[in-house]
């Protein structure tokens, strides 16, 4: 038995360097899946928030038109278009358009709007057993080229028209799943030269509409965004850092027939990783298939288990320290295990929160676009104040983004809002009051709470001319849970300020923060010698 010994131990020890080896081995490929995982999540994140935005910039289009009952002239479109700088903040989109619903004998008023926005004679002919048509009425960039698409009626196509009927019946944003489009020729003809894309389109109602009433009765027309996949996808893909993976999108399931984007590095398939996600854009199923490519590079070598393998045969006399080995391998493998699901909790749990508050911005935004183009009385109006209260919320935002535990200081907070208003540096003793940290839900409504009141300032107030009329003082009064943050705004001039005749949208505005969204009290005193501004709000640190 003991001639046979070092046979045996040998033997036991190269299985157990073998197994080891498997172990590491099976150990780097789980690595490697959830590396690449990891960077697929990343890859799909980019995707939904390029075409989140781009939904939430035709519900803005969707407003605009709505806040002048859709009467909207070529001049009109062409300033608003130009003011949302596609080519800087929303590459990708290849243009944006206005489809009216024409209904039997309503061809030649349409014929005549499109002779009077841009002096071309458009003949829409009406269609036996059709009950309406949709041709473009508006369109932007109209650029020599893309004019021909004027009074082209995109209901012909049937996908498209089933995407309108969508949006009547829900009045939600419906896509019209993948279509060929080339800007030299129409939606349905099959040139070489076509390129694979999609439209989203958009109810535009009418305010005259009756409710229950049918949906198409009650419809005005569609607005449209058009996408050239390739362009959209290169613009999302193109965002450092670049990602080592190719994109296969699909619309609705993975078919040839299907395809919208081929990423065009090439994917490597000796990593043997695949994964497959289904999102939904604008009430259409997309599968994205995502492979590595020869950028993605695994957590360890590949030639580590063969060296662990190696270095067991080689201590084959040494079964204690072979087990020591194995201990480590098992020890790293669970922390290795441990760590990444902690990390993907984490990583859910923040992406949870950001596409809520992403919702809640997108819906704050939203009304107050509708808002402001309610009060605006042109388009230039609108774009000023639009701008200046979107600016004094990413103002809030950003300060919150910078602090790890989500808060803003109150002083910090007033600054940066004031400066943005008067535009020069805050003379000493405007601002006084101690430390006070904010939540993000009193950052966000005091940050346009304050913008507001500035506005005012610079407006009708002895502000406007000296910024050093301004006073604003705080303080927190009472302990315990009743204590009270309690906020001085006071403005001194020669001139009396007398109470508006009629409440704007920004003094609503700031109402409903202070008393609905931080159940507060505001009061207002007009005196001789200016204005007096008392709010009164719960505070708990």
């Excluded at 808002?371 to 990413?394: G, Y």
Aim: hydrophobic share 45%; proline share 4%; no cysteine.
């Amino acid at each position: 038995m003991k001639k046979f010994f070092p046979t045996i131990a040998f033997v036991a020890v190269a299985m157990a360097s073998l197994v080891l080896a498997g172990f590491a081995y099976f150990a780097s490929r789980d690595a490697a899946r959830i590396k690449f995982e990891a960077a697929a999540d990343d890859a799909v994140n980019r995707v939904e928030s390029r075409l989140d935005l781009h939904m939430s910039l035709l519900r803005a289009t969707e407003a605009f038109f709505g806040a002048r009952s859709g009467d909207v002239s070529r001049a009109e479109f062409e300033n608003f278009y130009k003011t949302l700088d596609v080519d800087g903040n929303l590459a990708g989109l290849l243009g944006l358009g206005y489809l009216k619903l024409v209904r039997p004998g309503e061809e030649a008023a349409a014929e005549e709007e499109i002779r009077r926005n841009y002096g071309v004679d458009r003949t829409i002919s009406s269609i036996a057993g059709v009950p309406w048509q949709a041709p473009v009425m508006l369109l932007e960039p109209a650029e020599k080229e893309s004019r021909r698409y004027l009074g082209f009626d995109v209901a012909a196509d049937p996908v498209s028209r089933k995407a309108m009927e969508q949006t009547m019946a829900d009045n939600g944003l419906h896509t019209s799943g993948r279509r060929m489009l080339d800007p030299l020729s129409s939606w349905k003809d099959q040139a070489e030269s076509m390129v694979t894309g999609f439209v989203i389109f958009a109810r535009l109602g009418s305010r005259d509409a009756a409710q229950n009433q049918d949906p198409v009765a009650s419809t005005k027309g569609f607005l449209y965004a058009i996408f050239r996949a390739r362009d959209l996808f290169d613009v999302i893909l193109g965002k450092a850092p670049q990602l080592p993976v190719n994109i296969e999108a699909y619309d609705q399931s993975i078919d040839p027939n299907n395809l919208l984007f081929r990423s065009d590095e090439p994917p490597v398939h000796g990593f043997g990783l695949k994964s497959i996600r289904m999102i939904e854009v604008a009430g259409r199923p997309w599968a994205i298939v995502l492979r590595p490519t020869a950028a993605f590079t695994e957590p360890s070598s590949p030639f580590v288990p063969v060296v662990l393998g190696l270095f067991g045969l080689l201590l084959a006399g040494t079964i204690a320290m072979i087990a020591r080995y194995q201990e480590r391998a098992f020890d790293a493998a669970a922390q290795l295990h441990e760590t990444t699901e902690k990390s993907l909790l984490e990583k859910d749990l923040m992406l949870q929160e950001m596409r809520h508050r992403i919702k809640n911005s997108i819906a704050r935004v939203l009304a107050i676009s509708r808002q402001t183009a309610a009060h605006s009385a042109d388009l230039k109006e609108f774009t000023n104040s639009f701008s200046a209260r979107l600016q004094s919320m990413a103002a809030s935002q950003d300060m919150l983004t910078r602090s790890r535990r989500q808060q803003a200081d109150l002083g910090d907070l007033l600054r940066v809002e004031l400066s943005q208003v008067f535009g020069k540096e805050l003379p000493n003793g405007l601002l006084s009051g101690p430390q006070i940290m904010l939540d993000e839900t009193m950052t966000q409504a005091l940050g346009l709470t304050f913008h507001e009141l500035a506005t005012n300032a610079l407006k009708y107030g002895e502000a406007g001319n000296s910024v050093g009329a301004l006073k604003v003082d705080w303080t927190v009064e009472g302990k315990g849970r009743e204590r009270t943050l309690a906020f001085n705004w006071t403005e001194t001039g020669k001139t009396k300020l007398e109470p508006p005749a009629k409440t704007g949208f920004g003094t609503r505005l700031i109402d409903m923060n202070i008393t609905r969204e931080l159940r507060g009290t505001i009061e207002r005193e007009f005196r001789d010698d200016g204005l007096r501004v008392r709010i009164r709000l719960p505070y708990s640190s």
